[in-house]
């Protein structure tokens, strides 16, 4: 699940999506309370959505590369995304293992093994449905070692970084 914050033209919506692990086309979310269902026929990154289907509704999109604003018919509306998640460092494990949150690609690693960070540091990015995703050092330390190099996708829990 991911949580984001929305805002369109001024209004914020609270958003938690969870994406079908089984077709990743599909997509529920919960919109400050209530539930749709959503459709992204061929949900390729690399491909522009054109158009959504929101609780059976076809709606015709086009999104800014950058997620700057979103069109809609013949309106276009400023766009601003914030990952509710991101901004906070993740608790504390036990041995310093630090795993995916979610399944993505990893766009970057902000760190080098030997390195010392503090906690709360940006240590890699991870995108996942068309979000950057700061994954922070629970703790400070230094960093052991590092399992990913940007490009690589990972799963659902696959280990990134290791603080000790």
Known sequence: MSR?????NGRTYEIDVRQ????PT???ASVDGEEIDIYVP????????EWI???R????????RSLRWVQSGRRRHHLELHDMEATFARPVSGDGRIKAPIPGLITRVLVEPG???TAGQSLVVLEAMKMENEIRAP???VVLRIDVQPGQSVTLDAMLVEVG
Do not use: L
């Open 4 to 8: 984001i914050a929305v805002t369109i």
């Open 42 to 49: 061929g949900a390729d990154p690399s491909q522009p959505i």
């Open 57 to 64: 509704h076809p709606y015709e999109v086009i999104f800014d």
């Open 53 to 55: 289907v929101v609780d």
């Open 20 to 23: 079908n692990f089984a077709d």
């Open 139 to 141: 703790r400070s330390g």
């Open 115 to 117: 390195q010392q960070v």
């Open 26 to 28: 599909v997509f529920s």
